[in-house]
């Protein structure tokens, strides 16, 4: 290779993606490979799998270890500096067994890259609702600003997890005679196979139910016209238009926005809900598509790593 490649990882807990740049910025390859959420697998595994895919892109490129400039990961898990740190370190160990000298390794979280890669590389601002919630903007100084990413003990609003335990709690209100009858209570049993209290109780609480899973149950009821459902959904909504707000008022000249994550960027009720609320509440705001994928962010934040420590 004539130029050094910068590889751009995005990476989570079913499969990690890859794209390589070239010197300007062209892409050169783009693969996927297995999961490297390393909360998840351990740093040791994560490693292995991030470097199992760096051989097939760099085979793809007909390049080797030495053609790499530098390398950005953008893991699930990665948010918090000591989780970073770690992960890190453990990839620089296995990374040494195959190069000397290192190339420039830098890591992040996966919604740095998705911000990144949203306006290729310029200030905007992302709102992500997957199993979590968390809003990211860049300012023209390229200071990055956050609001949300408490997790679900804490915060989380409108995130699929939210509207999972939205599902169980609105069962169990009708289930015990407290709330209204709902369209989500059948499809919880239909769906899950959770009909009665001891059911649900048991896959909470001792089956280690994923419960973020169940939120396309109310979206579904949502669908159908479902009022719990219908306000369940208004109030997620609502929860993820404060996130908007909170960051309005510290740059008031934000006008781009891009939603990520499956349950606010395809066509459902949620979705539907969220782009009028945002549009009423914040009429200066463009709703934009993401110019770019997560893992063509982290390329571009690995090509912004030359000359760095």
Request: proline share 4%; aromatic share 4%.
């Amino acid at each position: 290779m004539a130029q050094f490649l910068n590889l751009g990882f995005d990476g989570g807990a079913t499969k990690t993606t890859c794209v390589a740049l070239d010197s300007d910025l062209r892409q050169v390859v783009e693969s996927t490979g297995p999961a490297s959420n390393f909360q998840i697998i351990g740093t040791d595994k994560a490693s292995e799998n991030l470097l199992k895919l760096t051989e097939s892109v760099l085979k793809q490129a007909g390049a080797d270890y030495a053609d790499i400039g530098s390398i950005y990961l953008g893991l699930t898990g990665a948010g918090r500096i000591s989780d970073a740190d770690r992960m890190r370190n453990t990839f620089m160990e296995h990374l040494q067994k195959r190069i000397s000298p290192l190339p420039i390794v830098r890591i992040g979280s996966d919604a740095l890259a998705a911000l990144e890669g949203a306006f290729s590389g310029n200030p905007g601002m992302i709102l992500i609702a997957g199993t979590g919630s968390i809003l990211l903007a860049k300012d023209e100084q390229d200071r990055i600003h956050r609001v949300g990413g408490w997790g679900r003990y804490i915060g989380d609003e409108g995130s699929g997890y939210a509207l999972g335990r939205s599902v169980l709690s609105a069962a169990a209100r009708e289930l015990d005679g407290r709330g209204p009858k709902t369209v989500i209570t059948g499809l919880l049993r239909e769906r899950h196979g959770l009909d009665d209290q001891q059911a649900i109780i048991r896959a909470v609480y001792q089956d280690n139910l994923d419960i973020a899973s169940l939120a396309p149950v109310v979206i579904d009821a949502a669908a159908s016209g479902d009022e719990v459902a219908m306000g369940i959904v208004r109030n997620a909504a609502s929860e993820l238009a404060d996130h908007v707000q909170a960051a309005m008022t510290k740059l008031p000249s934000m006008v781009r926005i891009a939603l990520i994550g499956s349950i606010v960027s395809t066509e459902n009720p949620l979705s539907a809900e969220v782009r009028l609320t945002l549009q009423k509440r914040f009429p200066e705001v463009i709703i934009n598509k993401p110019e770019n994928s997560p893992a063509m962010g982290a390329a571009l934040l690995a090509a912004k790593s030359k000359g760095q420590k």
